[in-house]
């Protein structure tokens, strides 16, 4: 069974800083999806961003990038010039390829990210 | 497109009653997954719906725990005779058939049992 740990219950940044979050992962498979999601105080669940595991180059988004280790399963979460509205649970999230059907997310435990003035 | 809709938000059930809660997937997906958040912990996925048929409910409640989504109308995730352990937020997520990307969810009903 696959599963997705987030070894960082808590971070903080300070405004406009740099902050990464990690997460790693256990899976047989080689085809797979990676996804950050970010869950405000208003719970709504929001894509952050994603990656194919068949692709080499790192995702980008914005102020947002990810550094995939394939060989060590790793998919890091970086956040640039960190502002007041990043603040949120950060969760790191697998998917299988899809085969056919849509398959089941898998999520970490989650990380609290704090960004202070 | 509204996205996915998910009522009600707020959900107060005394012990032993029923909760139904409902999921509108956004228009065009027939995938259709509930996941349960309970306090300061992650997402927990419990079943996953396609038109009409259960694929995958291995993360369901042996118990008292129901799911279905009809050729017409919402998803209903169904609880019998809650308990004080149901309180939790139930998030609802839907995708279309050719779906790469991670799924879109609907804001959630948190369960309240008192």
């Known amino acids: 069974a696959q599963t997705v740990t987030q070894s960082q219950p808590e971070m903080s940044v300070q405004e406009a800083e740099t902050v990464t979050l990690s997460c790693t992962y256990d899976t047989s498979e080689s085809d797979y999806y990676l996804f950050w999601y970010k869950q405000p105080p208003s719970r709504q669940m929001i894509l952050v961003i994603r990656q194919e595991a068949y692709k080499q180059q790192n995702a980008t988004e914005n102020r947002f990038s990810v550094n995939f280790q394939k060989a060590a399963k790793s998919f890091s979460l970086k956040i640039s010039d960190s502002q007041l509205g990043d603040a949120a649970m950060y969760f790191c999230?697998?998917?299988?390829?899809?085969?056919?059907?849509?398959?089941?997310?898998?999520f970490g435990t989650g990380t609290r990210l704090q960004v202070t003035l | 497109n509204a996205g996915v809709m998910q009522n009600p938000r707020h959900l107060v059930r005394r012990r032993g009653q029923e909760a139904r809660l409902r999921c509108s997937p956004m228009k065009g997906h027939s995938h259709v997954y509930w996941y349960r958040q309970l306090p300061e912990e992650g997402l927990k996925f419990m079943v996953y719906l396609q038109k009409e048929n259960i694929i995958d409910e291995s993360g369901m409640p042996k118990e008292r725990f129901s799911a279905e989504f009809p050729k017409e109308g919402p998803s209903i995730l169904r609880i019998q005779q809650v308990v004080r352990g149901d309180s939790a937020a139930y998030f609802c997520a839907s995708a279309g058939d050719a779906s790469n990307y991670g799924y879109t969810f609907g804001s959630g009903t948190r369960l309240t049992v008192v």
């Open positions: 999230a697998y998917r299988r390829s899809n085969t056919g059907t849509a398959s089941k997310l898998t």
